[in-house]
């Protein structure tokens, strides 16, 4: 059967270029298989809706805008390919319930560790919101990291509430800002090292087209040799998103304040805001 030319549109795909809308409709048409694939247990798969990042997605009626931005995001990480788009969706499907991610976001996670360590405050000139990583906010790194799979658990946890405030109709991305104050070459134990590794192997695999802009601030001239030894793993589209910024308010606001308004920005990163 063929699928009716007209497309329910938002601000977002109202943007998206022919080869864009090409590949979407052949990923969309294997949707039904593709929840199969991803949830063989359950007889009916094929035609159960499946909320992603407060997205229902019902693969027997796919034609909708949200929907279509959700599903570009795999397809923008995939090249437009839409079997390997496929593939990372039943990936990303498969991993949240063996992860579960539901139940993760109703953990209680003990603020005296994770309380200061990630933030949203503000947002961007053009209306992102911004999610702050403060990496040296807890000085007991064993608390933060001695158990691996709960650091992970609050990681994603965080990285979830950041895209609750999506729409997904005008907003599909954030900004990430990753402050190093107070982290140092002794910082990097093996174990926040093994943690940092499968967090990212996390958002790469299962969080795609997310970023807007990532800035690395506070960062020791010691690690900032990491990012640039990094750099040429990193696709020129990702690496085009990030920026080493220095230390202090004014070297920082001078890297943020072009991108953010200064009431949206805390005075600790050369803004006006109060913050946090």
């Keep these: 059967m063929l699928e009716d030319d007209k497309e329910p549109q ?76 496929k593939d990372m969706l039943i990936s990303t499907l498969r991993w949240r319930k063996s992860f579960k991610v539901d139940e993760v976001m109703k953990e209680k996670f003990p603020e005296d560790v994770f309380g200061k360590l990630g933030r949203t405050y503000g947002k961007d000139k053009d209306g992102h919101p911004i999610a702050y990583n403060l990496y040296g906010a807890n000085k007991d790194l064993d608390a933060v990291f001695s158990d691996t799979q709960r650091f992970l658990r609050w990681r994603v946890a965080f990285m979830e509430e950041s895209i609750a405030l999506l729409d997904f109709e005008t907003i599909d991305q954030m900004v990430q800002i990753h402050d190093y104050e107070g982290v140092s070459m002794s910082s990097r134990t093996q174990a926040s090292k093994n943690a940092a590794s499968e967090a990212s192997s996390i958002f790469q695999g299962h969080y795609p087209e997310f970023l807007a802009r990532k800035f690395f601030v506070n960062v020791p001239s010691v690690l900032t040799w990491i990012f640039w030894i990094f750099k040429p793993f990193l696709s020129a589209a990702t690496a085009a998103k990030m920026s080493v ?32």
């Design 245 to 276: 910024v220095g230390s202090g308010p004014k070297v920082i606001g001078t890297a943020l304040l072009p991108l953010i308004p200064a009431d949206q920005l805390p005075k600790r990163y050369g803004g006006d805001a109060d913050g946090f």
């Design 10 to 85: 938002n601000l977002l795909t109202e943007k998206f270029i022919e080869a864009e809308w090409k590949a979407l409709r052949e990923f969309r048409s294997t949707l039904p298989e593709t929840f199969k694939e991803a949830f063989p247990e359950q007889d009916d798969a094929g035609s159960m809706s499946y909320n992603l990042w407060g997205v229902t997605i019902n693969p027997l009626k796919p034609k909708d805008a949200r929907i279509s931005v959700v599903l570009m995001k795999f397809l923008r990480a995939r090249n437009l390919n839409p079997a390997e788009a």
